[in-house]
């Protein structure tokens, strides 16, 4: 049976991510907390691994209850509530990244890459895939390189690339209940997801997510065991290139407000 296996969000943007056993979506169309920080320069240019390998050598954990953030670095460790304390957390940021950072904050959408998308979608099977590539990529490597919001089991890899394209089908998942008031929301067909592209994949993926380092060859080796692999109910016509990995995905505003919960069954739906 197709299901939620692991739901993420990644509160600050650039940084860890933090699991959950629940999820509701966001005014937006995002999962709660998702991005919903992040560091930006004087340019307004955020603070991320596509801008520098450095992020990879900070730890952090978030306390979503108490919207408090903890940062390790070279053995030193501090704590950040982000709700009391932006001004702090953004001197620490600026003197580790060497540049003056403003940590800024959305509820409504959160600072996601393409802000007319909702959550990214990977499958389990897709991430033991791409691990079984590499000698040194572990599964658990795998997604934290390529750091999805919504993995799903019970389907085989690359299940999620036939959600876009031309007449590509949707899914569903879970109950519309809203994750505010415990009321039902609408019909208990689930909080409908809807493909709209293929994730082209940056320089991120290519690191070691503990050590930032690159791992030798990474892009050339995944675009020729992606070609070689490239499942037959995907439309080639919505790929630009073969880097791609997960399908950014809109959520219908009617299902905006809807909570996902680890366990949801998950169907196909035209």
């Known amino acids: ?8 969000v990644y509160p600050v943007k650039g940084l860890d991510g ?3 056993k629940e999820a509701t ?4 169309g995002t999962l709660r907390y998702d991005r919903e920080f992040a560091l930006f320069d004087e340019a307004g240019d955020v603070l991320n691994g596509k801008r520098t390998a450095r992020i990879h050598d900070v730890e952090t954990e978030f306390d979503v209850a108490r919207t408090e953030l903890a940062v390790e670095l070279d053995g030193e460790r501090e704590r950040f509530a982000l709700d009391e304390e932006p001004e702090r957390a953004s001197r620490w940021f600026s003197s580790v990244f060497d540049a003056e950072f403003t940590l800024e904050r959305d ?3 959160g600072y996601v890459d393409r ?3 909702g959550p990214s979608i990977v499958s389990t099977a897709t991430l033991r895939t791409v691990a079984s590539w590499f000698d040194d990529v572990t599964v658990e490597g795998a997604r934290r390189r390529l750091r999805a919001n919504i993995e799903i089991s019970g389907v085989p890899p690359f299940w999620e690339d036939r959600f876009v394209g031309a007449d590509a089908p949707a899914f569903a998942v879970g109950s519309r209940e809203t994750g505010d008031t415990e009321t039902d929301s609408g019909p208990a ?3 409908r997801f809807e493909g709209v592209t293929p994730c082209g994949r940056c320089v991120v993926p290519e690191r070691d997510p503990e050590t930032g380092e690159p791992t030798p ?3 050339e080796r995944f675009v020729e065991r992606r070609e070689a692999t490239f499942p037959d109910w995907a439309d080639p016509d919505a790929f630009d290139h073969y880097y791609t990995l997960m399908v950014l995905s ?3 505003e009617r299902d905006r407000g809807g909570r996902l919960r680890v366990g949801d069954e998950v169907s196909i739906v035209e």
Not at 1 to 8: D, E, K, P, V
């Open 1 to 8: 049976m197709a299901q939620i296996q692991r739901l993420t």
């Open 18 to 20: 933090v699991t959950r």
């Open 25 to 28: 979506v966001t005014p937006g």
């Open 107 to 109: 509820r409504e959408l």
């Open 115 to 117: 802000r007319d998308m």
């Open 189 to 191: 067909d689930g909080v």
């Open 217 to 219: 060859e990474f892009r």
């Open 250 to 252: 809109r959520v219908p």
